[in-house]
Each structure stands twice: as structure tokens, then as C-alpha cells.
């Protein structure tokens, strides 16, 4: 990897890291201050509407986004035509949510759906004007300017649905939050990077861009499928409150993925791409992000789960105890998602999409048969069906890798192992801790945070130091 692009993926990091810290910050405590005000019917309302809605969602405007970063060169025709093609997508997908909403709602029997569904539907219209500026940011590596846009609408959003749900709105308030975030990421995606939108139709030049964007969006599809099975199926065999006390525990569980996740492929989509022809580059740096990544995130899930009885208890009330079981059977599967989702964004960038596409497929097919295998459990039967459906899948991700790049199956696994003993070790030390200190207060739920802390970062100073040499030169 060249000195300027080490460069701009460093920088990339810092500032992304920066925004995601200063944000989360916000929204977490935000996030448990709603929750609070909130209840379970709510939550089961937006359960409900996040089904129909993630899904069209991950049609993405056909990844063109991702086109566009991967493709080194574009002419302006094509991307007016690109644009184009995410203004009748965006069209399409408005049509389809607001038309079925009736239908929807009366199958899962949650009539308050219906108008939800109608209203968000606006956001597909606002967003398909923010995929060409933020792409052509992305490809350009102006990470400085996306982690501003990140800021800006990341605050808007919690501080929108907090107001409305002091205001007593109730589900309202989470979906006028999705609105305000489209807006905003819209307005200043555009005000940081000036853009034409004029319509194209140059459809013959644009098939390679599109075909690679389809094949990305299959893949999305398959695996937003695959995420909402639990609610698609649990909201049938399920009541409202029961899913809603299953979304909340998710949502909490989900919380350090889906802040981590989106930033490191956005760093790591544009950077494997321009040394995609250098299996032997990407073989190291597949190896290395591993190492460095399993150092943060197997203490954080599985500290996370170790928590969660204080945590819920403390800052959320009893009245979301049945969440509790929910984050930690959760908690110890998210690790390996969160390095399957890393390491299929440098399969992506190398061209293999149809890897990704036959991953998510496997994923779906082994947690289908998981729902229905353990549903008499409830809604923990649910969660440990995540948990078979992502530990089976990373081990075919493993294997795929391997016939990629001139790695083996142990290599990677070997590079993971440093942050899983770290982890394990440090919630022996926790459990031994919980022996000592009975009841859940918030002095207990820090003692157990200082605690975790203390010990993975000793963990990680005596017997790691060579993975926290490289942790630091990467920070430098």
C-alpha cells in the first residue's frame, strides 16, 4: 500500500473514529432516555414498520454508490445516467412501500403501521439526491468531509426524536427521526459537495457500473432479508410487546455493530480497491485488520453481554427485564459478524460479489431453519438463532477467503486469537467480580465497566504488546 493511500486511510479512521465517538456519545445516552420514555408497543410498532422498510432500504438505489467509488473512471454522461437510475429507483421504491402499507399492516395485524409506513416513504424520494455526492466524497477519500456530514445529521436525529417523544408522540417519534436524518444527510452531503443533477440516459455505457451494483444490491437484499427473518416471522407468531422487548434488546446489542461496522467499510471499501490486483498486499492487510480489529471488538460485545442485567436494570427500568437475556445470548455471536461484514467488503472490493451473494443465501437458508427450529423457545429462541446463523456463516466466509487469497483457514483464525483469550479472561475476571458485589446499581454497573476495563487493557499490555505497537503506529 503506497504512502498516500496509507495516508488517507489513517486520516480516514481518525476523523471517522472522531465523529462516531462524539456522536455515539450522544445518541447512546439519547437512545436509553428514549427507550425509557418509550414502551414496548412502541417499539413493536417500529418493529413491525422496519420490516417492509429495511428491506426496500437495501435495494440501496442498486449499490450505484458503490459503483461509482469502484469504477476509476466516469464520464459525466454516465453518471447523469447514474443518477437517473437512482431517481426512478427511488420513485419505485416509494410507490411499492406507500401502495402496500394497507396490506402490510393487516397481516401483522398492527394497524398503526399503515400511516407510518406512507409517511417515511418521502425519505426514499430525499435520498437518492445524496448517493452521487457522498460516492464521489468517498471515492476521492475526503473522509473529513463525510465524518462532518455524520455529525451534523447524527445529532439531528436523536435530539428530533427526543423532543417528539417528550412531546408524547409515542411510535411517532422514531420515524420522525428516520425522516429528519434523510434530510439532513441530503442537504449537507450537497452543500459539502457540489453536484449537478441532470437526468442521462446513456443505459448502454452505465451496464458495467450497474450490473456491479445489482450484484452488490442482491447480496444487501439477501442479507437485510436474512436480518429482519426474526421480526418477518416473530412478528407473526408473536404480540407486539413481546417483539418490541426483542427489538429493544437487539437494538442494544447491535449498538457497537452498527456504529463500527458502516465506518470501517467505508475506509476499507475504497482502500482494497485500488490495490485489488495485489493478492499479496491484501492478503497482509486482511490479516492485520483482523488482528487489530478482534483486539477491540471481542472485549466490547462480550463485556457488553457481561453487563447487560445492571445495564437494562439500571439506566432502562424493569419494565425491559426480558431484554436482558436477549443482549446476551446476542453478544457473544456480534464479534464474528462484525468480522464477516469487514471481510466481505474486501471480497467486494476485489470483484467477488457473488461470493458475498452465495454467503448471504447460506445465511439465510441456516437462519430460517434455526426461527422455526427453536420459536417455541420465544423470543429467545429468536436470539440464539442469530447466533447459529452467524458462527455457521463466518466459517464458510473463512473457507471462501481461502480460495481467494494465498491465505489458509488457521492464518486467519490464528489472527483473531489474541482479542478472544483477552476477552474470555477479562469476563472470568468479571464473574469472579459479580461474586463479590450483589445488586444492580449504577455503582455496580461501573465497577463492573472499571473493572473489564482494567483487565483487557493489562491483558492487552503484557501479553499483546506487538498487536498494540501496531494499534498505535496506526493512530499516529
Not at 471517522?16 to 432516555?33: D, H, M, Y
Not at 438463532?385 to 492464518?411: G, N
Request: aromatic share 12%; charged share 10%; hydrophobic share 55%.
Amino acid at each position: 500500500m503506497s504512502t498516500d493511500l496509507k495516508s488517507s486511510v489513517v486520516s480516514g479512521v481518525k476523523w471517522l473514529a472522531f465523529s462516531k465517538v462524539l456522536i455515539q456519545l450522544f445518541r447512546w445516552v439519547s437512545t436509553f432516555w428514549v427507550i425509557r420514555l418509550l414502551n414496548a408497543h412502541d417499539y413493536g410498532v417500529m418493529a413491525i414498520v422496519e420490516i417492509m422498510a429495511a428491506l426496500l432500504v437495501s435495494v440501496n438505489y442498486l449499490c450505484i454508490g458503490n459503483a461509482i467509488i469502484r469504477f476509476k473512471t466516469l464520464s459525466k454522461p454516465v453518471l447523469d445516467t447514474l443518477f437517473t437510475c437512482c431517481l426512478l429507483i427511488g420513485l419505485f421504491l416509494f410507490s411499492v412501500q406507500f401502495l402496500s402499507a394497507d396490506y402490510f399492516s393487516q397481516f401483522y395485524q398492527t394497524p398503526e403501521a399503515k400511516l407510518v409506513l406512507q409517511v417515511i416513504a418521502i425519505a426514499y424520494l430525499i435520498e437518492c439526491f445524496n448517493v452521487k455526492p457522498m460516492a464521489i466524497m468517498s471515492k476521492n477519500m475526503q473522509f473529513k468531509q463525510l465524518a462532518k456530514i455524520d455529525i451534523i445529521s447524527g445529532l439531528s436525529m436523536p435530539i428530533a426524536v427526543l423532543a417528539c417523544a417528550y412531546a408524547g408522540v409515542g411510535y411517532w417519534a422514531l420515524a420522525i427521526g428516520h425522516l429528519v436524518n434523510a434530510v439532513m444527510k441530503t442537504v449537507i452531503a450537497n452543500l459539502m459537495y457540489r453536484t449537478s443533477f441532470k437526468l442521462g440516459f446513456f443505459f448502454k455505457r452505465a451496464v458495467p457500473m450497474l450490473k456491479f451494483g445489482a450484484q452488490n444490491a442482491a447480496s444487501s437484499i439477501v442479507a437485510q432479508i436474512n436480518s429482519s427473518l426474526d421480526f418477518i416471522i416473530g412478528g407473526y407468531y408473536f404480540s407486539t410487546a413481546q417483539i418490541g422487548s426483542y427489538q429493544v434488546g437487539l437494538q442494544i446489542a447491535f449498538i457497537p455493530l452498527r456504529k463500527i461496522s458502516p465506518e470501517l467499510r467505508r475506509v476499507s471499501f475504497p482502500a482494497y480497491s485500488k490495490i485489488n490486483n495485489e493478492h499479496e498486499k491484501v492478503s497482509g492487510y486482511c490479516l492485520k485488520s483482523n488482528r487489530l480489529i478482534s483486539l477491540i471488538i471481542f472485549p466490547v460485545f462480550w463485556g457488553l453481554g457481561f453487563i447487560a442485567e445492571p445495564l437494562v436494570t439500571v439506566l432502562l427500568t424493569d419494565k425491559w427485564a426480558d431484554s436482558i437475556t436477549v443482549i446476551q445470548i446476542l453478544c457473544f455471536a456480534l464479534p464474528f459478524r462484525l468480522l464477516f461484514e469487514t471481510n466481505s467488503s474486501m471480497l467486494n472490493a476485489m470483484g467477488r460479489a457473488d461470493i458475498l451473494l452465495i454467503n448471504s443465501i447460506f445465511s439465510v437458508l441456516t437462519f430460517v431453519a434455526s426461527i422455526f427450529l427453536m420459536k417455541d423457545l420465544g423470543i429467545m429462541g429468536l436470539a440464539f438463532s442469530w447466533v447459529v446463523s452467524i458462527l455457521l456463516t463466518y466459517v464458510l466466509l473463512l473457507y471462501r477467503i481461502t480460495t481467494v487469497l494465498p491465505i489458509k483457514a488457521l492464518q486467519l483464525l490464528s489472527s483473531i486469537k489474541g482479542g478472544v483469550i483477552g476477552a474470555f479472561l477479562m469476563v472470568i475476571i468479571l464473574y469472579v467480580t459479580s461474586l463479590l458485589i450483589q445488586g444492580n446499581s449504577l455503582l455496580s454497573l461501573l465497577y463492573f465497566i472499571l473493572i473489564g476495563g482494567c483487565s483487557y487493557s493489562g491483558y492487552a499490555f503484557l501479553w499483546n504488546k506487538n498487536i498494540v505497537k501496531e494499534l498505535k503506529e496506526l493512530i499516529k
